[in-house]
């Protein structure tokens, strides 16, 4: 029998996590049958490759999901909120990257590694979420620990990359390095400060408790994801890096993990390489994570201030693992089981 092939939009087509979108579908082999990308009207008519073969971009409005299947969203929080309805009403299973639906009780959100069974709940609207890069890669890390030991209480920090912004922040660290190398000062457009030989305690806007809405997302989405009891609390900071995201995590357990533990649970969890050699000064990095789709732990070790507690050192790729490796992860699991 021939295999049966899924027609795919991917609204944000264009953009960083769109991009990445395309390649994991060719690398990944999804079976796809017709491809449709859709973007802004600046977009309309430029030519992508989908495995070798041209595709025009058409403008995302609400009725280009006729005939679709699965419609990959990355366009931004208001599109998804505008679009992904008409797409679920054409038929198609939205797995939307933003943030717009994730804390909806009707909306499911998954990671693959750690709640594969919650997509069952996409028949309630048609649509899955994809977490925020940095929930993505904690709890993945995190999952094994959790299972063994139940995390009561985590308190991260990230190290994220100019990725996660998208295209133009790729570029404004690119121009700002190179203007401040040559002695010219950096002008900032996208960040609200330079973000060249620099670190911007601040990710997406502040809420009025004080923290960022990109450390509400890391608070709230783990708990979804993983367990309402877990107390969270989140620093998230913006690197001069260019892609993965680095995160310095404390977790409180309910009982004693040793290291020697963590390493096994890490070792044998899917998704996960552990990275821990410090005698060889063998730790995740950014720059080994980049352009790959595991979760890479190191730094393992006690938290000699309380109890039961352990410090973490978590690096992904936040274009693959954190946004388009996920949401292709939820695709293949999607074709597998429930849409046949
Ligand atoms: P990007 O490089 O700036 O790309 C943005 C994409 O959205 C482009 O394809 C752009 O099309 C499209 N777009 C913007 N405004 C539009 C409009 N009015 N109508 C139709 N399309 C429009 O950003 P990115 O890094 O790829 O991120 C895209 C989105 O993915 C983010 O906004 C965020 O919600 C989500 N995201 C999620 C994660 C995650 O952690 N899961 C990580 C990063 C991003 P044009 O090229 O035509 O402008
Ligand atoms: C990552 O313009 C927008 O709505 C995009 C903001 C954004 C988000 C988001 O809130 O959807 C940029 C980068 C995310 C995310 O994954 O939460």
Not at 118 to 143: D, E, F, H, W
Not at 218 to 226: G, L
Not at 276 to 304: H, K, N, W
Not at 321 to 337: D, F, P, S, Y
């Amino acid at each position: 029998m021939a295999k049966k092939l899924w027609n795919v939009a991917i609204a944000g087509a264009t953009g960083a996590v769109g991009n990445q979108m395309i390649e994991c579908l060719e690398e990944r082999n999804f079976p796809v049958g017709r491809i449709k990308y859709l973007a802004s009207e600046r977009s309309v008519g430029k030519v992508l490759e989908f495995r070798g073969k041209p595709v025009q971009v058409e403008l995302l409005d609400h009725d280009a999901f006729e005939g679709i299947d699965i419609a990959l969203f990355s366009a931004g929080g208001s599109r998804s909120l505008e679009f992904c309805p008409s797409a679920a009403r054409a038929g198609a299973v939205c797995i939307d990257n933003s943030s717009a639906w994730r804390m909806d009780p009707d909306v499911p959100l998954v990671v693959p590694e750690v709640n594969p069974d919650a997509i069952a709940g996409y028949t309630r609207k048609g649509i899955i979420a994809n977490p925020n890069c940095s929930t993505i890669q904690m709890v993945v890390a995190l999952k094994p620990l959790h299972d063994y030991a139940t995390i009561k209480r985590i308190v991260v920090s990230t190290y994220q990359a100019v990725s996660g912004t998208g295209k133009k922040a790729i570029d404004e660290l690119r121009i700002q390095a190179g203007e401040l190398l040559n002695g010219r000062p950096a002008e900032a457009k996208v960040y609200p400060h330079r973000i060249a030989f620099n670190c911007l305690p601040q990710i997406d806007s502040f809420e009025p408790n004080g923290y960022t809405k990109e450390e509400m997302k890391m608070v709230n989405e783990t708990r979804k994801i993983m367990d309402s009891d877990i107390r969270v609390t989140a620093t998230t900071v913006r690197v001069p890096v260019f892609y993965s995201h680095s995160e310095s995590v404390n977790i409180e357990t309910g009982k004693k993990v040793t290291v020697a533990q963590a390493f096994e649970l890490i070792r044998k969890a899917p998704g996960c390489r552990l990275v821990d050699d410090v005698a060889s000064r063998v730790y995740p990095m950014p720059c080994d994570a980049a352009g790959q789709d595991l979760t890479f732990v190191g730094r393992i070790r006690e938290d000699e201030s309380i109890e039961n507690g352990l410090n973490l050192w978590i690096v992904a790729d936040n274009i693959r693992k954190g946004a388009a490796t996920n949401a292709v992860q939820i695709a293949e699991i999607l074709i597998k089981k429930y849409l046949k």
